[in-house]
Protein backbone atom coordinates (compact mmCIF):
# COMPACT_ATOMS: atom_id res chain seq x y z
CA UNK A 1 0.00 0.00 0.00
CA UNK A 2 0.86 3.33 -0.55
CA UNK A 3 2.13 6.28 2.13
CA UNK A 4 -0.94 7.64 3.84
CA UNK A 5 -1.09 11.10 1.34
CA UNK A 6 -1.23 8.54 -1.87
CA UNK A 7 -3.84 6.24 0.35
CA UNK A 8 -6.09 9.35 1.17
CA UNK A 9 -5.63 10.72 -2.10
CA UNK A 10 -7.22 7.87 -3.74
CA UNK A 11 -10.13 7.30 -1.24
CA UNK A 12 -10.72 10.90 -2.12
CA UNK A 13 -10.95 10.33 -5.48
CA UNK A 14 -13.04 7.15 -5.18
CA UNK A 15 -15.55 8.76 -2.83
CA UNK A 16 -16.50 11.65 -4.94
CA UNK A 17 -16.36 9.73 -7.79
CA UNK A 18 -17.53 6.27 -7.27
CA UNK A 19 -21.53 6.97 -8.12
CA UNK A 20 -20.56 8.53 -10.83
CA UNK A 21 -18.65 5.87 -12.58
CA UNK A 22 -20.57 3.02 -11.36
CA UNK A 23 -24.12 5.16 -13.20
CA UNK A 24 -22.12 5.40 -16.15
CA UNK A 25 -20.93 1.76 -16.50
CA UNK A 26 -24.32 0.53 -15.69
CA UNK A 27 -25.76 2.36 -18.31
CA UNK A 28 -23.19 0.58 -21.05
CA UNK A 29 -23.39 -3.14 -19.75
CA UNK A 30 -25.73 -5.64 -19.29
CA UNK A 31 -25.40 -7.29 -16.14
CA UNK A 32 -24.62 -5.68 -12.38
CA UNK A 33 -21.68 -8.39 -12.52
CA UNK A 34 -20.11 -6.71 -15.68
CA UNK A 35 -20.32 -3.29 -14.33
CA UNK A 36 -18.70 -4.01 -11.20
CA UNK A 37 -15.63 -5.56 -12.55
CA UNK A 38 -15.79 -2.90 -14.94
CA UNK A 39 -15.94 -0.48 -11.80
CA UNK A 40 -13.65 -2.75 -9.81
CA UNK A 41 -11.02 -2.71 -12.81
CA UNK A 42 -11.40 1.46 -13.32
CA UNK A 43 -10.27 2.07 -10.12
CA UNK A 44 -7.15 -0.25 -9.70
CA UNK A 45 -6.02 1.64 -12.64
CA UNK A 46 -6.44 4.10 -10.70
CA UNK A 47 -4.86 3.11 -7.86
CA UNK A 48 -1.63 1.82 -9.41
CA UNK A 49 -1.67 5.28 -11.93
CA UNK A 50 -2.42 7.63 -9.04
CA UNK A 51 0.16 10.18 -10.05
CA UNK A 52 -1.53 9.86 -13.66
CA UNK A 53 -4.75 11.10 -12.38
CA UNK A 54 -5.56 14.92 -12.61
CA UNK A 55 -6.85 17.07 -9.59
CA UNK A 56 -10.64 17.99 -9.18
CA UNK A 57 -13.59 17.98 -11.78
CA UNK A 58 -10.90 16.07 -14.28
CA UNK A 59 -10.50 13.03 -12.23
CA UNK A 60 -13.77 12.15 -13.11
CA UNK A 61 -13.50 13.00 -16.70
CA UNK A 62 -10.07 10.80 -16.43
CA UNK A 63 -12.21 8.36 -15.03
CA UNK A 64 -14.14 7.96 -17.54
CA UNK A 65 -11.87 7.76 -19.86
CA UNK A 66 -10.30 4.53 -18.21
CA UNK A 67 -13.80 3.03 -17.81
CA UNK A 68 -14.78 3.59 -20.97
CA UNK A 69 -11.27 1.64 -22.23
CA UNK A 70 -11.96 -0.86 -19.98
CA UNK A 71 -15.32 -1.76 -21.23
CA UNK A 72 -13.97 -1.72 -24.81
CA UNK A 73 -11.03 -3.82 -24.05
CA UNK A 74 -13.84 -6.48 -22.27
CA UNK A 75 -15.81 -6.24 -25.42
CA UNK A 76 -12.78 -7.69 -27.20
CA UNK A 77 -12.11 -9.94 -25.06
CA UNK A 78 -15.70 -11.59 -25.41
CA UNK A 79 -15.78 -10.69 -29.62
CA UNK A 80 -12.77 -13.05 -29.54
CA UNK A 81 -14.15 -15.40 -27.34
CA UNK A 82 -17.06 -15.99 -29.01
CA UNK A 83 -15.22 -15.69 -32.41
CA UNK A 84 -13.07 -19.21 -30.38
CA UNK A 85 -15.71 -20.71 -29.65
CA UNK A 86 -17.45 -20.68 -33.49
CA UNK A 87 -14.45 -21.91 -34.76
CA UNK A 88 -13.90 -24.83 -32.18
CA UNK A 89 -17.50 -25.53 -32.72
CA UNK A 90 -17.23 -25.51 -36.60
CA UNK A 91 -13.48 -27.87 -36.61
CA UNK A 92 -15.40 -30.22 -33.45
CA UNK A 93 -18.13 -30.34 -35.74
CA UNK A 94 -15.75 -31.13 -38.88
CA UNK A 95 -13.98 -34.13 -36.97
CA UNK A 96 -17.26 -35.37 -35.73
CA UNK A 97 -18.51 -35.93 -39.56
CA UNK A 98 -14.86 -37.26 -40.33
CA UNK A 99 -15.41 -39.62 -37.51
CA UNK A 100 -18.69 -41.06 -38.59
CA UNK A 101 -17.90 -41.12 -42.09
CA UNK A 102 -15.34 -43.26 -41.36
CA UNK A 103 -16.74 -45.52 -38.07
CA UNK A 104 -19.72 -47.10 -37.10
CA UNK A 105 -20.04 -45.67 -33.62
CA UNK A 106 -23.81 -46.99 -33.72
CA UNK A 107 -22.97 -50.44 -33.56
CA UNK A 108 -19.87 -49.99 -31.68
CA UNK A 109 -22.46 -48.49 -28.66
CA UNK A 110 -24.94 -51.50 -29.29
CA UNK A 111 -22.28 -54.33 -28.31
CA UNK A 112 -20.79 -51.30 -25.86
CA UNK A 113 -24.70 -51.88 -23.84
CA UNK A 114 -24.97 -55.48 -24.26
CA UNK A 115 -22.17 -56.28 -21.69
CA UNK A 116 -22.87 -56.75 -18.12
CA UNK A 117 -23.06 -53.76 -16.27
CA UNK A 118 -19.79 -54.25 -14.16
CA UNK A 119 -17.94 -54.82 -17.45
CA UNK A 120 -19.25 -51.42 -18.92
CA UNK A 121 -18.68 -49.56 -15.69
CA UNK A 122 -14.49 -51.35 -15.34
CA UNK A 123 -14.27 -50.39 -19.27
CA UNK A 124 -16.16 -46.83 -19.18
CA UNK A 125 -13.43 -45.93 -15.96
CA UNK A 126 -10.70 -47.10 -17.75
CA UNK A 127 -11.63 -45.58 -20.75
CA UNK A 128 -12.90 -42.31 -20.27
CA UNK A 129 -11.75 -41.56 -16.77
CA UNK A 130 -8.40 -42.90 -17.49
CA UNK A 131 -7.02 -43.52 -14.07
CA UNK A 132 -4.47 -46.78 -13.20
CA UNK A 133 -5.42 -50.19 -11.91
CA UNK A 134 -4.57 -49.15 -8.56
CA UNK A 135 -7.13 -46.17 -9.02
CA UNK A 136 -9.50 -48.50 -10.79
CA UNK A 137 -9.39 -50.99 -7.72
CA UNK A 138 -9.69 -48.03 -5.06
CA UNK A 139 -13.37 -47.33 -6.86
CA UNK A 140 -14.19 -50.71 -7.48
CA UNK A 141 -13.32 -52.20 -4.06
CA UNK A 142 -11.32 -54.50 -4.84
CA UNK A 143 -8.07 -55.01 -4.71
CA UNK A 144 -5.44 -53.99 -7.94
CA UNK A 145 -4.62 -57.47 -9.00
CA UNK A 146 -8.56 -58.31 -9.32
CA UNK A 147 -9.48 -54.76 -11.07
CA UNK A 148 -6.66 -55.73 -13.50
CA UNK A 149 -8.24 -59.04 -14.12
CA UNK A 150 -11.59 -57.29 -14.41
CA UNK A 151 -10.62 -55.13 -16.85
CA UNK A 152 -8.46 -57.65 -19.31
CA UNK A 153 -11.61 -60.34 -19.21
CA UNK A 154 -14.21 -56.93 -19.74
CA UNK A 155 -11.91 -56.19 -22.57
CA UNK A 156 -11.78 -59.96 -24.13
CA UNK A 157 -15.65 -59.66 -24.02
CA UNK A 158 -16.35 -56.62 -25.89
CA UNK A 159 -13.26 -57.47 -28.73
CA UNK A 160 -15.45 -60.97 -28.69
CA UNK A 161 -18.76 -59.10 -29.05
CA UNK A 162 -17.30 -56.27 -31.15
CA UNK A 163 -15.98 -59.47 -34.01
CA UNK A 164 -18.96 -61.47 -33.63
CA UNK A 165 -21.50 -58.40 -34.80
CA UNK A 166 -18.58 -58.20 -37.85
CA UNK A 167 -17.23 -55.11 -36.16
CA UNK A 168 -13.00 -54.25 -37.24
CA UNK A 169 -11.51 -54.62 -34.16
CA UNK A 170 -8.31 -52.95 -34.89
CA UNK A 171 -10.52 -50.37 -36.32
CA UNK A 172 -13.12 -49.55 -33.14
CA UNK A 173 -10.89 -51.46 -29.95
CA UNK A 174 -10.89 -49.37 -26.63
CA UNK A 175 -10.96 -46.14 -28.89
CA UNK A 176 -14.14 -46.32 -29.85
CA UNK A 177 -15.26 -47.01 -26.32
CA UNK A 178 -13.42 -43.08 -25.44
CA UNK A 179 -15.19 -41.88 -28.80
CA UNK A 180 -19.06 -43.17 -27.71
CA UNK A 181 -19.24 -41.77 -24.12
CA UNK A 182 -23.24 -40.85 -24.53
CA UNK A 183 -23.42 -45.10 -24.40
CA UNK A 184 -24.04 -44.55 -20.94
Known sequence: MGP??????????????????????????????????????????AWRRLD??????????????VARRVLANGRRADSRRSELVERLGRQLEQW????????????????FMRLNPDDREVLALAGWEGPGSHEIATVLGCSRGAARLRLHRARKRLAKDLKAAGLDIARYGMRAITLTKEAT
Open 4 to 45: PDHKQRFEQIYTANYADILAYLRRRTDSHDDDADALAETFTI
Open 52 to 65: DVPEGHRARLWLYG
Open 96 to 111: AESVSANHDFGGVREV
